[in-house]
Protein backbone atom coordinates (compact mmCIF):
# COMPACT_ATOMS: atom_id res chain seq x y z
CA UNK A 1 0.00 0.00 0.00
CA UNK A 2 1.26 3.37 -0.76
CA UNK A 3 2.50 6.42 1.51
CA UNK A 4 -0.85 8.17 -0.07
CA UNK A 5 -2.94 5.58 0.30
CA UNK A 6 -1.92 5.16 4.44
CA UNK A 7 -2.30 8.50 4.50
CA UNK A 8 -5.85 8.44 3.17
CA UNK A 9 -6.83 5.19 5.74
CA UNK A 10 -5.39 7.20 8.49
CA UNK A 11 -7.69 10.32 7.74
CA UNK A 12 -10.86 8.02 7.32
CA UNK A 13 -10.11 6.18 10.71
CA UNK A 14 -9.48 9.91 12.43
CA UNK A 15 -13.18 10.98 10.73
CA UNK A 16 -14.91 7.65 11.67
CA UNK A 17 -13.51 8.46 15.36
CA UNK A 18 -14.45 12.31 15.40
CA UNK A 19 -17.85 10.93 14.27
CA UNK A 20 -18.36 8.54 16.78
CA UNK A 21 -17.22 11.26 19.62
CA UNK A 22 -19.86 13.70 18.08
CA UNK A 23 -22.78 11.58 17.69
CA UNK A 24 -21.78 10.27 21.13
CA UNK A 25 -22.09 13.42 23.03
CA UNK A 26 -24.84 14.16 21.40
CA UNK A 27 -26.55 10.98 22.84
CA UNK A 28 -25.44 11.73 26.31
CA UNK A 29 -27.41 15.28 26.14
CA UNK A 30 -30.09 14.68 28.17
CA UNK A 31 -27.67 13.76 31.31
CA UNK A 32 -26.11 17.17 30.56
CA UNK A 33 -29.84 18.75 30.35
CA UNK A 34 -30.86 16.98 33.50
CA UNK A 35 -28.23 18.46 35.65
CA UNK A 36 -29.14 22.04 34.70
CA UNK A 37 -32.27 22.13 36.94
CA UNK A 38 -34.04 24.00 38.15
CA UNK A 39 -33.71 25.99 35.04
CA UNK A 40 -36.20 25.64 32.61
CA UNK A 41 -36.26 25.34 28.48
CA UNK A 42 -36.45 29.15 27.84
CA UNK A 43 -33.35 29.99 30.19
CA UNK A 44 -31.03 27.11 29.02
CA UNK A 45 -31.50 27.96 25.62
CA UNK A 46 -30.65 31.71 26.29
CA UNK A 47 -27.59 30.27 28.16
CA UNK A 48 -26.77 27.93 25.30
CA UNK A 49 -26.74 30.67 22.56
CA UNK A 50 -24.69 33.47 24.46
CA UNK A 51 -22.17 30.95 25.92
CA UNK A 52 -21.80 29.11 22.19
CA UNK A 53 -21.04 33.00 20.76
CA UNK A 54 -18.94 33.66 23.45
CA UNK A 55 -17.19 30.54 22.46
CA UNK A 56 -17.21 31.11 18.69
CA UNK A 57 -15.53 34.52 19.19
CA UNK A 58 -13.04 33.72 21.73
CA UNK A 59 -12.03 30.76 18.79
CA UNK A 60 -12.43 33.47 15.76
CA UNK A 61 -10.00 36.27 17.72
CA UNK A 62 -7.66 33.17 18.63
CA UNK A 63 -7.54 32.23 14.78
CA UNK A 64 -8.00 35.87 13.39
CA UNK A 65 -10.43 34.51 11.36
CA UNK A 66 -12.79 37.49 11.23
CA UNK A 67 -12.30 38.59 7.28
CA UNK A 68 -15.76 36.29 6.13
CA UNK A 69 -17.91 38.81 8.48
CA UNK A 70 -17.40 41.80 6.21
CA UNK A 71 -18.57 39.11 3.21
CA UNK A 72 -21.39 37.98 5.38
CA UNK A 73 -22.96 40.50 6.07
CA UNK A 74 -23.23 42.31 2.37
CA UNK A 75 -25.10 39.20 1.21
CA UNK A 76 -28.56 39.32 2.73
CA UNK A 77 -29.75 36.65 0.70
CA UNK A 78 -27.17 34.75 3.38
CA UNK A 79 -28.03 37.06 6.32
CA UNK A 80 -31.67 36.00 5.75
CA UNK A 81 -30.96 32.33 5.44
CA UNK A 82 -29.02 32.11 8.52
CA UNK A 83 -31.53 33.97 10.92
CA UNK A 84 -34.04 31.05 9.89
CA UNK A 85 -31.56 28.91 10.24
CA UNK A 86 -30.67 30.06 13.64
CA UNK A 87 -34.62 30.30 14.53
CA UNK A 88 -35.06 26.47 13.88
CA UNK A 89 -32.24 25.33 15.29
CA UNK A 90 -32.96 27.39 18.77
CA UNK A 91 -36.76 25.98 18.18
CA UNK A 92 -35.05 22.31 17.65
CA UNK A 93 -33.04 22.74 21.08
CA UNK A 94 -36.28 24.55 23.27
CA UNK A 95 -38.12 21.19 22.46
CA UNK A 96 -35.11 18.99 22.84
CA UNK A 97 -34.35 20.35 26.15
CA UNK A 98 -38.42 20.74 27.08
CA UNK A 99 -38.54 16.75 26.80
CA UNK A 100 -35.73 15.65 28.69
CA UNK A 101 -36.62 18.31 31.43
CA UNK A 102 -40.48 16.99 31.20
CA UNK A 103 -38.74 12.99 31.53
CA UNK A 104 -39.98 12.47 28.06
CA UNK A 105 -36.28 12.16 26.46
CA UNK A 106 -37.45 8.37 24.90
CA UNK A 107 -39.81 11.02 22.93
CA UNK A 108 -37.01 13.22 21.47
CA UNK A 109 -34.86 9.70 20.64
CA UNK A 110 -37.73 8.58 18.47
CA UNK A 111 -37.27 12.53 16.80
CA UNK A 112 -34.13 11.82 15.52
CA UNK A 113 -34.51 7.91 14.66
CA UNK A 114 -37.45 9.69 12.03
CA UNK A 115 -34.90 12.88 11.17
CA UNK A 116 -33.36 11.07 8.33
CA UNK A 117 -36.64 9.73 6.48
CA UNK A 118 -37.99 13.54 6.91
CA UNK A 119 -34.70 14.81 5.47
CA UNK A 120 -35.55 12.12 2.33
CA UNK A 121 -39.04 13.41 1.93
CA UNK A 122 -38.45 17.11 2.19
CA UNK A 123 -36.07 16.50 -0.66
CA UNK A 124 -38.62 15.20 -2.84
CA UNK A 125 -41.08 17.64 -1.58
CA UNK A 126 -38.74 21.16 -1.49
CA UNK A 127 -36.21 19.91 -4.19
CA UNK A 128 -37.65 18.04 -6.51
CA UNK A 129 -34.98 15.20 -5.95
CA UNK A 130 -35.82 11.84 -7.49
CA UNK A 131 -35.73 8.71 -4.51
CA UNK A 132 -34.81 5.50 -5.61
CA UNK A 133 -37.45 2.35 -4.94
CA UNK A 134 -36.23 1.46 -1.45
CA UNK A 135 -36.19 5.00 -0.22
CA UNK A 136 -40.18 5.24 -1.14
CA UNK A 137 -40.29 2.15 0.55
CA UNK A 138 -38.46 3.93 3.80
CA UNK A 139 -40.50 6.89 3.39
CA UNK A 140 -43.91 5.11 3.16
CA UNK A 141 -42.94 2.53 6.53
CA UNK A 142 -41.97 6.41 8.35
CA UNK A 143 -45.17 7.95 7.60
CA UNK A 144 -46.95 4.94 8.56
CA UNK A 145 -45.12 4.97 12.05
CA UNK A 146 -46.29 8.46 12.61
CA UNK A 147 -49.77 7.30 11.69
CA UNK A 148 -49.33 4.64 14.02
CA UNK A 149 -48.41 6.78 17.23
CA UNK A 150 -51.00 9.39 16.56
CA UNK A 151 -53.89 6.95 16.04
CA UNK A 152 -52.70 4.48 18.87
CA UNK A 153 -51.45 7.33 21.85
CA UNK A 154 -54.97 9.53 20.63
CA UNK A 155 -52.95 12.32 20.16
CA UNK A 156 -50.69 13.50 17.78
CA UNK A 157 -46.77 12.59 18.55
CA UNK A 158 -45.88 16.48 18.52
CA UNK A 159 -41.99 16.16 20.22
CA UNK A 160 -40.62 13.79 18.02
CA UNK A 161 -42.68 15.14 14.45
CA UNK A 162 -41.39 19.09 15.69
CA UNK A 163 -38.06 17.69 16.40
CA UNK A 164 -37.50 15.68 13.34
CA UNK A 165 -39.12 18.46 10.92
CA UNK A 166 -36.85 21.69 12.82
CA UNK A 167 -33.96 19.85 12.20
CA UNK A 168 -34.45 18.17 8.52
CA UNK A 169 -35.25 22.10 7.68
CA UNK A 170 -32.37 23.30 9.38
CA UNK A 171 -30.54 21.12 7.37
CA UNK A 172 -32.57 21.96 3.81
CA UNK A 173 -32.23 25.82 4.95
CA UNK A 174 -28.15 25.32 5.27
CA UNK A 175 -28.02 23.45 2.51
CA UNK A 176 -29.95 26.02 0.17
CA UNK A 177 -28.23 29.42 1.44
CA UNK A 178 -25.47 28.50 4.40
CA UNK A 179 -23.23 25.77 2.22
CA UNK A 180 -21.03 28.64 1.52
CA UNK A 181 -20.10 29.14 5.55
CA UNK A 182 -17.91 26.64 7.56
CA UNK A 183 -18.75 25.31 9.96
CA UNK A 184 -17.45 27.69 12.93
CA UNK A 185 -18.62 30.82 10.59
CA UNK A 186 -22.10 29.27 10.55
CA UNK A 187 -22.58 28.81 14.18
CA UNK A 188 -21.08 32.27 14.79
CA UNK A 189 -23.59 33.76 12.61
CA UNK A 190 -26.78 31.58 13.93
CA UNK A 191 -25.79 32.23 17.49
CA UNK A 192 -24.79 36.24 16.55
CA UNK A 193 -28.59 36.49 15.03
CA UNK A 194 -30.44 34.38 18.31
CA UNK A 195 -28.19 36.63 20.69
CA UNK A 196 -30.97 39.84 21.13
CA UNK A 197 -33.25 37.20 21.18
CA UNK A 198 -31.19 35.03 24.23
CA UNK A 199 -30.86 38.39 25.90
CA UNK A 200 -34.76 39.33 25.78
CA UNK A 201 -35.75 35.86 27.22
CA UNK A 202 -33.47 36.47 30.12
CA UNK A 203 -34.74 40.27 30.71
CA UNK A 204 -38.18 38.34 30.71
CA UNK A 205 -37.55 35.62 33.00
CA UNK A 206 -35.49 38.06 35.48
CA UNK A 207 -38.05 40.18 35.31
CA UNK A 208 -40.65 37.39 36.50
CA UNK A 209 -38.12 36.32 39.21
CA UNK A 210 -37.46 32.92 37.27
CA UNK A 211 -33.43 32.82 36.51
CA UNK A 212 -31.48 30.32 38.50
CA UNK A 213 -27.98 31.30 37.62
CA UNK A 214 -26.06 32.96 39.90
CA UNK A 215 -28.72 31.74 42.42
CA UNK A 216 -27.97 27.92 42.93
CA UNK A 217 -24.87 27.54 43.79
CA UNK A 218 -21.18 27.91 41.62
CA UNK A 219 -21.81 24.22 40.57
CA UNK A 220 -25.14 25.10 38.78
CA UNK A 221 -23.76 28.53 37.30
CA UNK A 222 -20.68 26.63 36.01
CA UNK A 223 -22.59 23.96 34.15
CA UNK A 224 -24.51 26.79 32.44
CA UNK A 225 -21.60 28.23 31.50
CA UNK A 226 -20.51 25.37 29.85
CA UNK A 227 -23.46 25.23 27.66
CA UNK A 228 -21.00 27.24 25.40
CA UNK A 229 -18.39 24.25 25.08
CA UNK A 230 -21.06 21.38 25.47
CA UNK A 231 -22.73 22.73 22.13
CA UNK A 232 -19.47 23.63 20.36
CA UNK A 233 -17.68 21.09 20.38
CA UNK A 234 -19.61 18.06 18.88
CA UNK A 235 -20.55 20.68 15.89
CA UNK A 236 -16.89 21.04 15.09
CA UNK A 237 -15.81 17.25 15.63
CA UNK A 238 -18.86 16.65 13.56
CA UNK A 239 -17.69 19.25 10.71
CA UNK A 240 -13.63 17.43 11.04
CA UNK A 241 -15.60 14.37 10.59
CA UNK A 242 -17.96 15.11 7.54
CA UNK A 243 -14.72 16.38 6.11
CA UNK A 244 -12.97 13.14 5.71
CA UNK A 245 -15.35 10.18 6.02
CA UNK A 246 -18.53 10.00 3.07
CA UNK A 247 -21.58 10.91 3.72
CA UNK A 248 -23.06 7.11 3.99
CA UNK A 249 -20.55 6.77 7.01
CA UNK A 250 -21.83 9.92 8.66
CA UNK A 251 -25.87 8.45 8.17
CA UNK A 252 -25.24 4.95 9.58
CA UNK A 253 -22.96 7.09 12.77
CA UNK A 254 -25.35 9.43 13.55
CA UNK A 255 -28.00 6.26 15.00
CA UNK A 256 -25.82 6.50 17.78
CA UNK A 257 -27.66 9.57 18.76
CA UNK A 258 -30.94 8.21 19.30
CA UNK A 259 -30.09 4.88 20.49
CA UNK A 260 -28.05 6.61 23.23
CA UNK A 261 -30.84 8.93 24.06
CA UNK A 262 -33.07 6.05 24.26
CA UNK A 263 -30.58 4.08 26.87
CA UNK A 264 -30.15 7.17 28.76
CA UNK A 265 -33.73 7.77 29.40
CA UNK A 266 -35.03 4.70 30.33
CA UNK A 267 -32.10 3.45 32.22
CA UNK A 268 -30.29 6.37 34.10
CA UNK A 269 -33.45 9.09 34.05
CA UNK A 270 -36.19 6.29 34.93
CA UNK A 271 -38.82 7.13 32.15
CA UNK A 272 -41.48 4.61 31.29
CA UNK A 273 -41.74 3.71 27.19
CA UNK A 274 -45.38 2.43 26.75
CA UNK A 275 -46.43 -0.49 25.20
CA UNK A 276 -47.58 1.63 21.67
CA UNK A 277 -44.31 3.50 21.55
CA UNK A 278 -41.86 0.44 21.39
CA UNK A 279 -44.28 -0.62 18.38
CA UNK A 280 -43.28 2.79 17.33
CA UNK A 281 -40.20 2.46 17.51
CA UNK A 282 -40.51 -0.79 16.17
CA UNK A 283 -41.63 0.60 12.68
CA UNK A 284 -38.88 3.51 12.28
CA UNK A 285 -36.57 0.75 13.34
CA UNK A 286 -37.43 -0.94 10.13
CA UNK A 287 -37.95 2.26 7.68
CA UNK A 288 -34.12 2.86 9.27
CA UNK A 289 -32.96 -0.99 7.79
CA UNK A 290 -34.23 0.01 4.60
CA UNK A 291 -32.65 3.49 4.54
CA UNK A 292 -29.50 2.47 5.40
CA UNK A 293 -29.32 -0.83 3.11
CA UNK A 294 -30.34 1.02 0.40
CA UNK A 295 -27.23 3.72 0.97
CA UNK A 296 -24.60 1.34 1.57
CA UNK A 297 -25.81 -0.58 -2.06
CA UNK A 298 -25.83 2.88 -4.28
CA UNK A 299 -22.70 4.29 -2.01
CA UNK A 300 -20.97 0.34 -3.16
CA UNK A 301 -22.55 0.73 -6.64
CA UNK A 302 -21.07 4.26 -7.31
CA UNK A 303 -17.49 2.94 -5.97
CA UNK A 304 -17.63 0.11 -8.77
CA UNK A 305 -18.97 2.52 -11.55
CA UNK A 306 -15.57 4.93 -10.71
CA UNK A 307 -13.25 1.65 -10.54
CA UNK A 308 -14.44 0.58 -13.76
CA UNK A 309 -14.08 4.30 -15.72
CA UNK A 310 -10.37 4.09 -14.04
CA UNK A 311 -9.70 0.60 -15.37
CA UNK A 312 -12.05 -1.03 -17.35
CA UNK A 313 -10.04 -4.57 -16.95
CA UNK A 314 -10.33 -3.99 -13.01
CA UNK A 315 -12.93 -6.37 -11.59
CA UNK A 316 -15.09 -5.63 -9.18
CA UNK A 317 -14.99 -5.31 -5.93
CA UNK A 318 -17.06 -8.12 -3.98
CA UNK A 319 -16.98 -6.32 -0.34
Not at 241 to 248: K, S
Request: hydrophobic share 60%.
Amino acid sequence: MSAESDAAAAEVRRGTGYGFLAYGIWGLFPLYFAALEPAGAFEILAHRILWTLAVCALVLLVRRDLAWVRGFVTRPRLVGGITVAGLLIAANWTIYVLAVLTGRTYEAALGYFLNPIVTVALGVLVLRERLRPLQWVAVGIGALASVWLAVAGGVVPWIPLALAFSFGLYGLVKKKVGASLEAMHSLAAETTVLAPVAVVVLFVLAARDEITFGGHGGWHTTLLVLSGVVTAIPLLLFAAAARRIPLVTVGLIQFITPVLQLVVGVTLLGEHVSGRLWVGFGIVWVALVVLSWDSLTAARSSRRAVLAARDPECPEPTV
